[in-house]
DNA sequence: TATAATCCTTCCCATCATGGGAAGGTCAAG
DNA sequence: CTTGACCTTCCCATGATGGGAAGGATTATA
């Protein structure tokens, strides 16, 4: 199978297929005479593997330290656990962070007018001036 | 003011000061004799005005935006709370599916015994094999 | 005053993951 | 045999930031 094919099967588009060969996360696939890559079933399960990691929000390099445990036939799982935990605890820093910065925009935009007129809470806070009026 | 005192003063770095004013963010300020950028209070607030709404997550374009509604007196404030409200909700996008990440990920990391067997639902997931257990 | 340390300047490169596109070779169907 | 769809490599762009080199300017110290 042709890279187009691979790629529609595992749902990595061919530009990236290329690029995770080019940065060593794939091992580089036979070559027709022709120059063309040739893919089999195996290589695109390791790439549904890469897909599903890169769509939990692995890094690339999380995702081939996991691709490296799946096939490692005598891995501990721990070793799995512990990456999926440390990737956990920073998406949970990340809301966090997010979270904060919508709490504060939120309250600026509840006591923003919203009219034409020029006062702006929003930009006062922005500007770092003191608010005017509490709510 | 040196580039240094006024990255100092703004919480900006000397380097994101150049790069703001490269892409036209800021305007150049005046030079010295040896072309030393100078800077004056005036600048510095632009700068924190800045870094404020980076802070809080606002892109530099959309910074752009808010900037020169600021510096433009006659703006209307309703213009403002729309571009803080658009990015509330791209903020709660993000933290949607950053949540939805955890959730996977937290049940996998539950059923995942977390010992030396090679056995690790986590993988098996990854790899798009059912699960075999419920719990 | 001479020299060293600290600043400033521009310029290039790297990140991270992805896409766009050009120039050119290959293959399959009509 | 042509046409269109595919493949190849190579270069460039993103967004926001940092690193660092090479060289000029200023400031502090011996």
Redesign the pocket.
């Given at each position: 199978m042709?890279?187009?094919?691979?790629?529609e099967q595992s749902g990595v588009?061919?530009?990236?297929i290329?690029?995770?060969e080019q940065i060593g996360l794939i091992s580089a696939p036979h070559?027709?005479?022709?120059?063309?890559?040739v893919y089999g079933s195996d290589e695109v399960h390791v790439l549904r593997f890469i897909k599903r990691a890169?769509t939990l929000g692995f890094?690339?390099?999380e995702t081939g330290a996991l691709l490296a445990l799946w096939q490692d036939k005598s891995r501990a799982s721990g070793e799995v656990k512990d990456i999926a935990s440390d990737h956990i605890a920073a998406l949970e820093t990340k809301i966090a962070e997010l979270q904060g910065m919508v709490k504060t925009l939120k309250h600026l935009v509840h006591c923003c007018q919203g009219d034409n007129r020029p006062d702006c809470p929003i930009l006062d806070d922005l500007a770092g001036e003191p608010a005017h009026k509490g709510h």
């Open positions: 042709n890279i187009g094919q691979a790629a588009s061919a530009k990236m290329r690029y995770y070559r027709t005479g022709s120059n063309y890559r890169r890094s690339v390099e």
